[in-house]
């Protein structure tokens, strides 16, 4: 019997719901093996993966789990079986609540031929049976279900009529649409190069080998994977067998076999533009197989000449040789232009768009190798790092494996030049590395080294000769010195930026609206769609004017306080001045502590600069309506660098001088350093459970009024406070803008940078007031790079919050309705957030009482887009004035989306947030969406301007983040690396995830605003 837990409820409602229900125990049945299906993201592809063993994720204990998802029976809120079945999924709306969450598999290969069904109701299509999904498609949720070959399900229609609230405006959209299609038949092939599991590269080079192309003719067109397309009806199958050596003008070694390789080519069928343009214009009502393959077509048509002309880093090109900024340590950036093809809404119908924005892309800079070596590893110069590799091979060895597959030229050979791929270093040097060689005149081998090889052979005297030497991926030991070594140019850096980089990379790409415009516009230039010679042949006619739609601005709220109220108006700006906060933190500060940290150096900061700042300090925050018993909190003095020492004298200190729990400890630390800020941070809220405020020396030294506001701000809200919140013209109500109690719950799934082996943090933050003002936040680890928040973490994050919430908020009852912030999920993912984390939050709330129904409502909103609007009256920069929303133009022709600009943007080009709308039992009017998102940015705990996105999606976001240093191997020299467990003969490794270490509640710090 599994253990019971309990809701709290009223004692009126305590008759007619059993809060714990015994779990049924039923025999579930898993399959032992699944396939596995690409997707057309990584992001994607990992929402996807199939059933694996001994993935783990989420909260403590980890039990044994299949994607990603407990194997065992969870049992949340009393009685939901978290099983997995396997069956195929059903509508979120048809599919029973409580019923286990569907694996998310994919389906079977087979032969390659027509779309048919597969015994699961999956359609399969095209693109799953040649594993070839289109990675670079910007589509709705519907059409992504074509991709998957999901079966057609129904999702949130666009309102018939357009928003009539705030005022009429005129936007102008970075957006070209597309005017003319082709008339002529195209024909799809599919092309496969060995057994069809050969690496990109590979086939990249037997396409474009001599024999295929004359073979072939000019015309075709290739993704670079398995289709291709031509107005040439090849109706018969072409099969080669290719020398390789001899394509390459290549002599065949004696004594070994030539590079030998097939490729097949094959006509599968005509792409259908009749279909996609009968769906657009609504003659049919479902996206099918024929539609998506003239999309993707479209795609690859807009791609091919500038690919040939510019380098490709996926949807973004950019120029040879174009001017570039160094960023630091071998990095530099340069300016380039994104495009993408999508299906838009008009006024007069649906039309194909293509989105067109700045590329800001970091490249390594292009110079000697040894050059870019001694910048990657940190060094001043090239003999510094031949220093550091013979002292601490460590710090060299991690600077260069960031050069792993960085493509080199060498030139020793005179004017003939050979391009390599970087595999590793060797950590010997020229002279000491040795091998056999043939000696020209005696004609025998004899052994030489690398600096004497090359000395003799190409009469070059190596300058560096004990640098390491760098091996090669082609050839079997093929190793060359460093400096022989020249960088390629335009080849992306796709690591994590440091912070002097990161500094540099925001001054670089952040830039004003007509200095944004002009980038664009040399884009535009750049793609120069009238002389494209592909789209010509083909037909495809592109307006280069840009799209001007019908927007709308909404009208500011008032920002109420508890005395003295803000009318930002169209500034999106106000401050505190004579302002009290809404709520002030409900128990009188009592017990609390400063702890001030000495620099580095030995500096002491002076005694009586503190003691001014804290009287300020006290001041202004009665001032703002703070209550304060003790207004001369014991202060302490700390020396050496154990942090966790800092914090159990400051945790004692004020618990011992109040005689009481302490309530908040500050911190005054000389510098930005994140390491130390980190530890503070975890040893607090995981050994004592108690908040903390950090600030720094310099700050305090200024004591300036308007820093001190804005640190209380969060002061205020981490003692359980509320700044202020907005009053529009249906909001003024006790309940704001809403008329029945709601809850509103937010999401994110973080993930570490590329190349880190850190887990992913699912957050939930939930909404504790009735005006939706404060949230709660719950963080824990979500397995590696999984986007979807597993079954184990709804349960045991949004449990106790909505225990809270029915306590405190609904006075013993469960809200009447829910409303999901998601934050960071592509289209592709939107059925996933449906069936898994919507099914389980329902399961979770029926648990309870299995009568109960509560309406949800679910809205993604996200900012990872290359929309912006370029409004004909904007702000003094030419940004959107906050409160512009657009619904149509770029927008889904079908489906309920918009993007708002809520925040004014204080540098750069504003982005506004793209939200969709995926469920809505709520039935809530889209102007009531519009009004809830506006108004709530208004109310975010620790700004005074409305925020870009809705705050339950930023407090999330930020917790996330926040939560990092609760892992418990952060800190260590292997910081947050999670451990890896090769399975079988496999050289693929399943990492397993540690939980957080949890936040001891004593002093409630689960339910506040501990992440603020």
């Known amino acids: 019997m599994p253990q019971q837990t309990t809701l709290y409820l009223s004692s009126q409602q305590q008759h007619s719901a059993h809060i714990l229900r015994t779990p049924q125990h039923t025999s579930t049945s898993y399959p032992p093996t699944a396939t596995s299906m690409a997707g057309p993201q990584k992001k994607r592809a990992e929402a996807e993966r199939a059933p694996q063993p001994s993935t783990t994720s989420g909260s403590t204990p980890h039990p044994p789990s299949v994607n990603n998802r407990p194997l065992q029976r969870v049992t949340a809120m009393g009685g939901f079986d978290g099983s997995r079945d396997g069956s195929p999924s059903n509508s979120p709306s048809t599919r029973p609540i409580g019923s286990p969450r569907p694996a998310t598999t994919s389906p079977s290969q087979s032969a390659v031929g027509s779309p048919s069904v597969s015994g699961s109701g999956r359609t399969k299509n095209y693109f799953q049976l040649t594993q070839s999904l289109p990675k670079n498609l910007d589509l709705g949720m519907q059409q992504w279900n074509t991709v998957r070959g999901y079966a057609p399900s129904d999702v949130v229609q666009k309102p018939s009529k357009p928003s009539t609230l705030g005022q009429a405006t005129k936007i102008g959209l970075n957006t070209f649409n597309v005017v003319e299609y082709p008339k002529v038949a195209v024909y799809q092939y599919e092309v496969l190069v060995g057994n069809g599991v050969e690496k990109r590269g590979l086939v990249r080079a037997v396409w474009e080998c001599a024999t295929v192309q004359n073979t072939l003719g000019k015309g075709f067109i290739f993704d670079g994977n398995r289709l291709a397309w031509s107005l040439k009806n090849v109706d018969r199958e072409l099969r080669l067998n290719l020398n390789m050596d001899q394509e390459r003008s290549q002599t065949t070694k004696a004594g070994k076999q030539p590079d030998t390789q097939r490729i097949l080519i094959r006509q599968t069928n005509k792409v259908h533009f009749d279909t996609l343009l009968a769906y657009m214009s609504r003659k049919v009502d479902h996206f099918d197989n024929g539609s998506l393959e003239a999309i993707n077509f479209l795609d690859h048509l807009l791609r091919e000449y ?259 109220d803000a009318k930002p108006g169209t500034s999106g700006r106000w401050d505190l001045k004579g302002k009290k906060f809404l709520a002030s933190n409900p128990a009188p500060l009592k017990a609390w502590s400063i702890t001030v940290c000495s620099g580095r150096r030995g500096g002491k900061p002076e005694k009586a600069t503190i003691d001014n700042f804290v009287a300020e300090f006290v001041k202004i925050y009665k001032g703002h309506g703070g209550k304060v018993e003790n207004a001369s909190p014991v202060m302490n003095l700390t020396a050496g660098d154990d942090v966790g020492d800092w914090v159990t004298k400051a945790w004692n200190a004020a618990g011992t001088a109040a005689n009481a729990r302490p309530q908040i400890l500050l911190f005054i630390l000389p510098d930005k350093d994140a390491g130390v800020y980190g530890r503070i941070k975890r040893s607090a809220e995981c050994r004592y459970g108690v908040v903390t405020q950090c600030m720094q020396y310099a700050h305090v030294q200024k004591c300036q009024p308007q820093y001190i506001s804005n640190v209380l701000m969060k002061f205020n809200a981490k003692l359980g406070g509320t700044t202020c919140r907005a009053v529009g013209p249906k909001s003024g109500g006790p309940g704001g803008i809403f008329t029945v109690p709601t809850m509103i719950i937010g999401a994110d799934v973080s993930h570490a940078a590329p190349g880190s082996q850190a887990g992913s943090m699912a957050a939930l933050t939930v909404s504790m007031d009735n005006l939706a003002a404060r949230y709660s936040g719950s963080v824990q680890t979500n397995g590696y790079r999984v986007e979807m928040i597993t079954t184990e973490n709804i349960n045991s994050l949004l449990k106790p919050q909505i225990q809270h919430w029915v306590q405190t908020v609904g006075n013993g009852k469960f809200p009447q309705r ?54 004909d009256r904007g702000d003094r920069n030419g940004n959107p004035l906050p409160g512009t929303f657009v619904e149509t133009g770029v927008t889904h022709p079908f489906e309920n989306d918009f993007y708002l600009c809520a925040h004014a943007a204080i540098k750069g080009t504003a982005r506004p947030t793209h939200y969709h709308v995926i469920l809505n039992e709520c039935k809530m009017s889209n102007d009531e969406i519009y009004t809830l998102l506006y108004e709530h940015s208004y109310q975010y705990m620790r700004a005074t301007t409305p925020v870009s996105i809705h705050p339950a999606i930023y407090y999330a976001h930020i917790a996330a983040l926040r939560a990092v240093s609760h892992d418990p191997k952060w800190g260590n020299p292997s910081e947050g690396a999670p451990q890896q467990t090769t399975i079988g003969s496999s050289d693929k490794t399943t990492v397993i995830v540690d939980p957080l270490l949890p936040m001891p509640n004593q002093g409630a710090i689960n339910t506040s605003m501990w992440y603020i």
């Open 306 to 564: 500038p690919s040939k002309q510019f380098t490709q880093i996926k949807r973004s090109f950019f120029k040879r040789g174009e001017n570039r900024t160094l960023l630091g340590r071998g990095v530099e950036a340069m300016k380039g232009v994104y495009q993408s093809l999508r299906m838009a809404h008009t006024p007069q119908g649906a039309t194909l768009t293509i989105n067109v924005d700045v590329a800001n892309g970091m490249f390594f800079t292009a110079s000697r190798l040894d050059i870019l070596a001694f910048n990657m590893v940190g060094c001043r110069n090239t003999n510094d790092l031949i220093q550091v590799c013979r002292t601490n091979r460590e710090r060299a060895h991690k600077g260069l494996k960031l050069l792993k597959r960085v493509k080199v030229i060498t030139k020793h050979r005179g004017s003939e030049e050979a391009e390599w791929c970087i595999e590793s270093f060797i950590f010997k040097t020229a002279k000491e590395h040795k091998f056999q060689a043939l000696d020209k005149q005696s004609v025998k081998e004899v052994t030489t080294s690398i600096f004497d090889y090359f000395a003799k052979s190409y009469n070059i005297r190596l300058q560096f000769p004990e640098l390491p030497l760098v091996k090669m991926t082609r050839g079997k030991n093929t190793i060359f010195p460093m400096e022989l070594c020249i960088v390629k140019e335009n080849q992306r850096y796709p690591f994590k930026c440091d912070e002097k980089q990161t500094s540099e990379m925001i001054k670089f790409a952040v830039t004003p609206p007509a200095q944004r415009w002009a980038a664009i516009d040399h884009g535009l230039k750049m793609l120069d769609w009238s002389n494209d010679p592909v789209l010509k042949h083909f037909g495809l006619r592109v307006n280069p004017t840009k799209t001007v739609v019908d927007g709308r601005v909404l009208t500011a709220p008032v920002v109420k306080y508890g005395a003295g």
């Open 818 to 871: 829910v409303i999901y912030m998601r934050d960071g999920v592509s289209e592709g993912q939107y059925r996933h957030v449906l069936e898994q984390e919507i099914h389980d939050i329902k399961a979770l709330l029926k648990s309870a009482n299995a009568a109960m129904n509560i309406p949800i409502t679910a809205i993604v909103g996200s900012k990872r887009h290359h929309i912006r609007f370029f409004p």
